[in-house]
């Protein structure tokens, strides 16, 4: 914990810099700026494909989510405030 605590961290008000000994840069952006972390100046994108994935219910982070028993499958739309059902 001292050793971490030791390590360069800086703040301007729009990102966060950490320096680790031995280690890369991580830089972390503050929501305003829009702009994705980044390592050793790489932007990342952590946001997984996927938000949820099972055989019942899935999401790709879209605002829906997919619900499917049997035949029946149903999108419920967050952003659309609506919901789909269809029948195979």
């Excluded at 703040?11 to 680790?20: A, I, N, T, W």
């Excluded at 390592?39 to 499917?68: C, E, L, Q, W």
Aim: no cysteine; proline share 5%.
């Amino acid at each position: 914990m001292v050793a971490v605590q030791g390590n360069t961290l800086t703040s301007d008000g729009e990102k966060v810099r950490y320096q680790g000994a031995k280690q890369g840069r991580i830089e972390f952006f503050s929501r305003p700026t829009g702009k994705l972390p980044r390592i050793n100046g790489h932007a990342y994108n952590f946001r997984p494909k996927k938000v949820y994935s099972s055989p019942y219910m899935n999401s790709t982070g879209d605002a829906t989510v997919t619900v499917t028993v049997g035949a029946l499958t149903t999108i419920y739309d967050f952003k659309e405030s609506s919901v789909t059902t269809l029948n195979k």
